[in-house]
């Protein structure tokens, strides 16, 4: 596939989307019990990108406001978690990252969306796909056929 970046003069705002691959993730030290638990971890991951994101263009003059980056998850369950400010204890082991998480929520830096697993720009890094989804899923993220 040929493919390139192409770019829309709609108004700026930063997304970010996040996935989880938690039979294969070798590089994650914190061990993940169930699949939400490995959704969170991703969710708290991409936090922590758009943080840096955010800090990055928010030196730039020509970015305006800092507005909060959309997070996209597929997981309804790792939204909610990360939306209760109670602390459960069964949940020890990532306790930090919800710290982390609520912290982004409550300073405004990051704000969580909702969208369908197959909506989830982050699918193909993480799952093999169709070529027909991973076409519309290029597509959806700005990369289209070189002219």
Known sequence: MN???????????L??????????DNDETCIARSTME???IALELAGQEAEWLRNLVGDMPMWGSS????I???SQAAIGIAKNYAYNGKRRHIRIRHGAVKELLKNGIISLEYVRSER??????????????ILETSRAMGLNPQD
Do not use: M, Q
């Open 3 to 13: 493919l390139c970046l192409h770019f829309n003069k709609f108004p700026a705002v």
């Open 72 to 74: 996209h998850c597929d």
């Open 38 to 40: 490995s959704e969170f």
């Open 120 to 133: 989830n720009l982050a699918d193909p890094l993480t799952k093999g796909l169709t070529r027909r989804i």
């Open 15 to 24: 997304e970010g989307f996040c996935d989880a691959n938690w039979v294969t």
């Open 67 to 70: 507005v909060p980056v959309s």
